[in-house]
Nanobody
């Protein structure tokens, strides 16, 4: 059972990135997937989540209108589209899986992918 986050990189402020969270060893169909991030020197924070039915929940108000989440069950992948990126979005981004509905506890975590936003 493995989750792999990818798609991070260096981008200028105002730019966009799409992160992917690919699962192997299990199917994502019945899982909610959350995206989290941890900036240097800060605690990890939740960003948003998509449940198994496709509904999304925002954990972080500052990304509303800029970040969206989607899933492609055929590809066993969840995406985090990040637009209008700001330097304060710089962090290591992680995805995690939990059964069915978005919640506070997650069962599986992927390795992170670094996003750096330059000013």
């Amino acid at each position: 059972v493995q989750l792999q986050a990818s798609g991070g990189g260096l981008v200028q402020a105002g730019g966009r990135l799409r992160l992917s969270c690919a699962a192997s060893g299990f199917t994502l169909d019945y899982y909610a997937i959350g995206w989290f991030r941890q900036a240097p020197g800060k605690e990890r924070e939740g960003i948003l989540c998509i449940n198994s039915g496709g509904g999304s929940t925002y954990y972080l108000g500052s990304v509303k209108g800029r970040f969206t989440i989607s899933r492609d069950n055929a590809k066993n992948t969840v995406y985090l589209q990040m637009n209008s990126l700001k330097p304060e979005d710089t962090a290591v981004y992680y995805c995690a899986a939990t059964q069915q509905l978005c919640r506070n506890e997650y069962d599986y975590w992927g390795q992170g992918t670094l996003v750096t936003v330059s000013s």
